[in-house]
């Protein structure tokens, strides 16, 4: 059974570019560029797995994150962030993220983070 992946990100590159990333491997439900499109897209998809951007227009990845959980605390968060963001990082832990790769985005880690976040 192919897994489902959700994109979120307010950049079209960066979903571009994990889409690239995943597409031969997962099947991509949908791509979201803040964070009340994700809720509304994984209503409808309700994928498997969500990569999410911490910092969005009008609803950020932390609180996407936490409101996808409580909807469905089954769905595995993948937080894509900067380096700079520790701090946020921790807070996207607290709201449910069940992994993070740090831009720019490496093929290799993504794919394991992914592979791990949905092993577990």
């Not at 992946?5 to 590159?13: A, C, N, R, T, Y």
């Not at 227009?57 to 894509?80: L, Q, S």
């Not at 700079?84 to 394991?112: F, I, N, W």
Request: aromatic residues 4%.
């Amino acid at each position: 059974m192919t897994r489902r992946i959700l994109i979120v990100d307010d950049s079209g590159f960066q979903r571009t570019l994990i889409r690239g990333i995943l597409e031969d491997d997962f099947e991509v439900v949908g791509e979201a560029e803040n964070g009340s499109e994700a809720v509304d897209l994984f209503e409808e998809t309700r994928p498997d797995l969500v990569t999410m951007d911490i910092m969005m227009p009008e609803v950020n990845g932390i609180e996407a994150t936490n409101d996808i959980k409580e909807r469905d605390p089954g769905t595995r968060v993948v937080m894509c962030t900067s380096v700079e963001q520790r701090d946020q990082m921790r807070k996207a832990v607290k709201a449910g993220a069940d992994g993070y790769v740090t831009k720019p985005v490496e093929e290799d880690t993504l794919r394991s983070e992914v592979e791990s976040a949905l092993a577990s």
